[in-house]
């Protein structure tokens, strides 16, 4: 029996490793899941695991947020020996945060061999802080599970032999799959007030975006313009919320700022939207799974399957393209996009047939 430690440490990393804990269990595997605490909070990590279905983690190293060179020096410091002494045979890591690329290299100081899940994504913009976990996580990996062709591409071109990487598709649209019945079930849309095509969904969070407060009190100016055309509902991400005060976001009557939300209600609030206007990666990934047309406030993206195939449009921050875009979205001339091959819903079970081999 393989012993398999997962690694999580923040929100977008826990709908990746409920489904590869599930077909890892499935398959007869000893798990040790390991909560870094990069994100912890009620609303960024205890209402996952019950939408997710996720027990409490084995292991929770307690890091906290903060500078991600201090995270990263403290993920690294505690749990090295924590994997000396477990000895699992594969250490698993998903996504992009700090914390992935800090338990990367934690998974080789403690000679364990480093799995990668969604590999190979390459935004080719360095002031990025993802792009370098990216690097770093498959660089030190042994396996490297990648979502969509190009990242197989980048993973060649980075001269990283072709029998370490696997094209398997995406856990999070597994999950995505499993919890749509709850999501069309929840709730949320009637205790908001809203009706299913009549807002668009919002989220900033990315520095790029939201850290220099004269680019960001700009681009709130051009999306509470957009809100005069489409309202738009706000579950505010909890570096941002200081930041909005004093800006046309937070006095817009068309937008709607709520508390962030669960996985569930979050799915079922961007199913229903009329559009999606964000610079979440996953949720390009996501509106190009459910149909739903993204306008993603970017001037590149580590995920260009979702432009090329899917419902995602880069906007960037010019008020007449994301105008344009809004308004094409409401005349009903966007785009329709096809789900990518493989975004099947059964990502996680290719992983773990791999790693259990």
């Known amino acids: ?37 990069q994100h912890y909070d009620p609303l960024m990590s205890d ?17 906290g947020p903060g500078d991600r060179i201090v995270q990263s020096k403290a993920i690294v410091e505690v749990l090295v020996p924590i994997l000396k002494t477990q000895a699992p045979d594969v250490l698993v ?11 990367a290299m934690a998974g080789v100081l403690a000679g364990v061999p480093v799995a990668h899940v969604e590999a190979g994504l390459r935004s080719f913009h360095w002031p990025m802080p993802e792009e370098l976990n990216r690097m770093i996580a498959d660089h030190h990996s042994r396996w490297l599970f990648v979502t969509e062709p ?18 398997v598709g995406n856990v999070m649209i597994d999950t995505l799959r499993r919890l749509e019945p709850q999501a069309a079930e929840s709730g ?3 205790r908001l007030g809203l009706t299913p095509g009549g807002y668009g969904v919002l989220t900033l969070h990315r520095p790029e975006n939201v850290d220099d407060p004269e680019s960001f009190r700009a681009l709130a100016e051009t999306l509470a313009k957009t809100a005069e055309r489409l309202p738009l509902v706000y579950p505010v991400h909890h570096r941002v919320r200081d930041r909005l005060e004093g800006t046309a976001l937070a006095a817009a009557p068309g937008v709607r700022i709520i508390e962030p939300l669960g996985y569930v209600d979050m799915l079922a609030l961007v199913r229903a939207a009329k559009a999606v206007v964000t610079d979440s990666g996953g949720l390009q990934e996501e509106t190009t799974a459910l149909g739903v047309p993204c306008l993603t406030l970017r001037g590149q993206t580590e995920r260009p399957i979702t432009v090329d195939v899917g419902t995602s449009e880069i906007v960037g921050h010019d008020p007449a393209v994301i105008s344009a875009a809004v308004e094409r979205v409401l005349a009903g001339t966007w785009k329709k ?20 081999k």
């Not at 890591?93 to 338990?103: E, F, I, L, N, R």
């Not at 996009?337 to 259990?356: Q, T, Y």
């Open 1 to 37: 029996m393989k012993h398999i430690a997962l690694v999580a440490g923040a929100r977008p990393n826990f709908m990746k490793v409920a489904p590869l804990r599930a077909a890892l269990a499935a398959r007869g595997a000893r798990i040790t899941f390991i909560h870094t605490g």
């Open 47 to 63: 209402v996952f695991f019950r939408d997710l279905g996720l027990p409490a983690p084995d292991v929770h190293l307690g890091v």
């Open 93 to 103: 890591v998903v996504g992009d945060v700090t914390s992935t690329a800090a338990a």
């Open 150 to 167: 190009s990242g197989v591409a980048n993973l060649h071109a980075e001269r990283i032999p072709d029998e370490r990487v696997h094209l």
């Open 188 to 190: 949320v849309l009637a």
């Open 337 to 356: 996009g096809r789900v990518p091959e493989l975004w099947d819903g059964h990502a996680a079970e290719r992983i773990a047939d791999i790693l259990l």
